[in-house]
Every structure is written in C-alpha cells, then in structure tokens.
C-alpha cells in the first residue's frame, strides 16, 4: 500500500466520522509524513486542493483539538502538526459520548417502572454502554498506577477525565 493510498483512506475513514473529507486527508497525511507537519501551502500542494479548502479543513481540525498551529523561530508561516495526544482526546470524547448513551439507558429505566420486557432492552443498552467506560479506565489505571483523581506525576487528572461509571 503507499502513503497516497493510505491518506485517500484516512479522509474516507474521518469523513464517516464527521469530519471534511479534507480533514481526513490532512489527519492521514500529518501520520504519514516523515517530519510530521507542514504549513497550509505545502498541505494544499501535497493534496492537491485549493488554498481555501485546505485553510477550512486545518480550522476543523484545530477547532477540534486534533491539530495545533506553531511557528518555527524566524518562519514567516504557521505551521501544523498533530496535537500531541490526539488519539488519547478523541478516545475520552467517544467515552463521554457512551456515558451519555448509558445515562439515557439509566433515565429509561426508571421511566419504564417494572415492565420487564422494557426493563430487558434498557438494561442491555445500559450494560453495552457502561463497559467501554469502566475497560477504558480499569486499563488506564492499571498501566498508569494512578489514582481516579491523581495523574502518575501525583498532580489533579484534568476535570472529565474520569468516567462516572468508573467511580
């Protein structure tokens, strides 16, 4: 497979997430390329979009947290490299987005009363939901020897980055 194939298939596989196909693009070409960043023009280049598209993609993804902008001492031009735990941010949001799903399933259990018919397929949406939650800070925990409100260095972890179903 080369790198341009790969790229292709990062702003397919990002774009069914929610982002520009563009977006994807950029995200596929900052993992695959040797130094890691790039300013618009030499993205715009590589990608072969125009400068426009290229300038509203690089804001998604630094709207986002995905990327960030930085200037090298004496560049006249931005440049931009993935944020440093970008795969560890979007795997917190998709958890908060499960404690969501769970915190619904827990809202329809006491809306359903003692149907257990209803009862059944709630409590499996809660259940489903509620084990990313708890596998993903039970592995965090075990591999960084951290307390829930502690990061390894001994300072606070930052606010959300806790799972309720974790505590």
Known sequence: MSVETFVEDAGLFYERLGLSRTAGRVMGWLLAAETGDADAPELAEALAVAKSSMSVALRQLEQAGLVERFRVRGGRRDRYRL????????????????DGFR??????????????????????MRDMYTWPSRAAWSSHRSTTRCSPFRTPSGGRAPLGSVPPAAK
């Open 83 to 98: 944020v440093e735990d970008v795969f560890a941010r979007a795997f917190r949001a998709r958890l908060t987005e499960f």
């Open 103 to 124: 915190a619904l399933a827990e809202q329809g259990l006491k809306a359903v009363g003692e149907d257990p018919e209803r009862r059944r397929r709630l409590e499996l």
